[in-house]
């Protein structure tokens, strides 16, 4: 501790002496040429010194044995030696400091914990469409390759979310906003899902104008509508029902609905939907939930600004409606764009 004191008072000490022998020199030019004088103000000059450091290092003797022992754990740090100005702030900083600490390790270990348990979940639901289309392999007869492609297809659907789940932590690396036709990306959707809605007997209906445009991620607004259209369809159980899907543009503003005639959503779950691996009644009765599915889709709107919404009444379906936001003004801002390239 005394070697650390000495060292952070090395420069004060070297500058008293300077000092001192600055007054000294002085007193010899200006003619006071008497060495009992002389010797009398160094003594002086070097006790004064020494009791100020001697009483400095007592002050901050707590202090130094503080930061100089070894800490058992985190809340060391947090122990308030300092007295003097310097030190109590010094103290509150390091408070500070530490709450920013606890906030990024809990929320490191929440992203890891998020996706450990998702991928848990995911491995644990992937074994399913393997064992089935192992278990038709084994079968003598012909191959049903209708039930096969299902299975696949549910398996390309599992490993899409748990890829955009883990694309989620480096959103704004991966994130490219353009200006996008909302009939061709539904359109889109539909077409790659139709075998699903084949299969379940439930039909889509799009009233979407071919004019209207949005400003957004295309490759996740794709993902996000896929989840709504398969969720929509995975969730009504009888047949020959449909899946509306509409949109609305008008001034600066786009609205996407998509209204299904399914089961539809409690009302004790409808305000934890869109919570981390909240499955709720309706995904243990159909036991493929993973409960990530509008969690996604609400982070992915979140950060791209768009503003989800989610409505239903239990028998009487479900909506869910994507408001995009600021569309004109982000026209005229890539209007100003491609005039100042030109």
């Given at each position: 501790?005394?070697?650390?004191?000495?060292?952070?008072?090395?420069?004060?000490?070297?500058?008293?002496?300077?000092?001192?022998?600055?007054?000294?020199?002085?007193?010899?030019?200006?003619?006071?040429?008497?060495?009992?004088?002389?010797?009398?103000?160094?003594?002086?000059?070097?006790?004064?010194?020494?009791?100020?450091?001697?009483?400095?290092?007592?002050?901050?003797?707590?202090?130094?044995?503080?930061?100089?022992?070894?800490?058992?754990?985190?809340?060391?740090?947090?122990?308030?030696?300092?007295?003097?100005?310097?030190?109590?702030?010094?103290?509150?900083?390091?408070?500070?400091?530490?709450?920013?600490?606890?906030?990024?390790?809990?929320?490191?270990?929440?992203?890891?914990?998020?996706?450990?348990?998702?991928?848990?979940?995911?491995?644990?639901?992937?074994?399913?469409?393997?064992?089935?289309?192992?278990?038709?392999?084994?079968?003598?007869?012909?191959?049903?390759?209708a039930s096969v492609r299902e299975e696949v297809e549910?398996?390309?659907?599992?490993?899409?979310?748990?890829?955009?789940?883990?694309?989620?932590?480096?959103?704004?690396?991966?994130?490219?906003?353009?200006?996008?036709?909302?009939?061709?990306?539904?359109?889109?959707?539909?077409?790659?899902?139709?075998?699903?809605?084949?299969?379940?007997?439930?039909?889509?209906?799009?009233?979407?104008?071919?004019?209207?445009?949005?400003?957004?991620?295309?490759?996740?607004?794709?993902?996000?509508?896929?989840?709504?259209?398969?969720?929509?369809?995975?969730?009504?159980?009888?047949?020959?029902?449909?899946?509306?899907?509409?949109?609305?543009?008008?001034?600066?503003?786009?609205?996407?609905?998509?209204?299904?005639?399914?089961?539809?959503?409690?009302?004790?779950?409808?305000?934890?939907?869109?919570?981390?691996?909240?499955?709720?009644?309706?995904?243990?009765?159909?036991?493929?939930?993973?409960?990530?599915?509008?969690?996604?889709?609400?982070?992915?709107?979140?950060?791209?600004?768009?503003?989800?919404?989610?409505?239903?009444?239990?028998?009487?379906?479900?909506?869910?409606?994507?408001?995009?936001?600021?569309?004109?003004a982000e026209t005229q801002e890539e209007n100003n764009?491609?005039?100042?390239?030109?």
């Amino acid at each position: 501790m005394l070697r650390l004191f000495l060292k952070e008072h090395a420069a004060f000490i070297v500058f008293q002496l300077l000092l001192v022998s600055f007054i000294m020199l002085l007193y010899w030019l200006d003619g006071f040429r008497n060495l009992d004088t002389a010797i009398y103000s160094f003594v002086i000059s070097t006790l004064l010194v020494v009791t100020f450091l001697a009483a400095r290092f007592i002050k901050r003797y707590r202090y130094y044995q503080k930061i100089t022992a070894k800490p058992a754990n985190m809340e060391h740090m947090l122990q308030r030696e300092g007295r003097s100005p310097e030190q109590i702030q010094n103290d509150l900083y390091l408070h500070e400091l530490y709450k920013l600490y606890q906030y990024e390790v809990q929320a490191l270990y929440a992203t890891q914990n998020r996706h450990l348990q998702f991928m848990n979940q995911w491995v644990h639901q992937m074994k399913t469409p393997l064992s089935v289309m192992q278990l038709l392999l084994q079968e003598e007869k012909e191959l049903d390759k209708a039930s096969v492609r299902e299975e696949v297809e549910r398996l390309k659907a599992g490993l899409d979310t748990v890829l955009m789940n883990a694309r989620l932590d480096t959103f704004e690396q991966d994130m490219q906003i353009e200006k996008v036709s909302l009939r061709s990306m539904v359109t889109e959707m539909v077409t790659e899902n139709k075998r699903l809605f084949i299969s379940k007997r439930v039909y889509p209906q799009i009233d979407v104008d071919e004019k209207c445009s949005v400003f957004t991620d295309q490759k996740w607004m794709k993902f996000i509508i896929g989840q709504f259209l398969t969720n929509a369809v995975k969730y009504t159980f009888e047949p020959n029902k449909k899946v509306y899907i509409s949109a609305v543009c008008e001034d600066d503003q786009a609205l996407l609905t998509i209204r299904d005639e399914g089961i539809g959503i409690p009302s004790s779950d409808l305000g934890r939907v869109t919570k981390a691996f909240f499955t709720g009644e309706n995904g243990r009765k159909t036991g493929e939930s993973t409960g990530m599915g509008l969690y996604l889709a609400n982070e992915v709107c979140g950060k791209l600004g768009h503003k989800l919404e989610i409505a239903s009444e239990k028998g009487h379906g479900t909506t869910v409606s994507v408001m995009f936001y600021n569309q004109e003004a982000e026209t005229q801002e890539e209007n100003n764009d491609v005039s100042e390239n030109r």
